[in-house]
């Protein structure tokens, strides 16, 4: 069988981490200053839209496996709360995304087929 291509390839893990870690250090820089509770809404809101394009246009597919939106959704949900966006949220959500899909792919193909979620598995039924 033939080897299947990474949809994010490290050149893209990369990148997108490093995005990652220079809106956190912007949100946390701003909440140091008393400027990020008025302001780092707008920047997550930004962040979640620039990610979720990113991993769409990368290939990912959210549909198959619901652990991955949740991830990215509650990421930005711990994001619009004040002093907790000064953490690196959007690191560890967008790492643990990253790891999630590679795991997943490397699982398809070492069993040779699509595992899709069990909510797929059921919505073929009806």
Request: aromatic share 12%; no cysteine.
């Amino acid at each position: 069988m033939e080897k299947e291509k990474e949809k994010i390839d490290n050149i893209d893990a990369t990148l997108m981490i490093g995005t990652a870690i220079l809106i956190d250090g912007t949100q946390t820089f701003l909440t140091l200053i008393l400027i990020g509770p008025f302001v780092n809404w707008l920047i997550s809101i930004f962040a979640w839209m620039t990610f979720f394009l990113w991993f769409m246009l990368k290939g990912v597919k959210f549909t198959k496996n619901p652990k991955k939106i949740f991830t990215l959704a509650g990421g930005s949900l711990l994001e619009a709360i004040p002093i907790i966006a000064s953490f690196p949220i959007w690191t560890l959500t967008i790492s643990t995304t990253i790891f999630m899909e590679r795991a997943e792919n490397k699982l398809k193909s070492a069993l040779g087929k699509d595992l899709g979620s069990p909510l797929s598995k059921i919505a073929k039924k009806i």
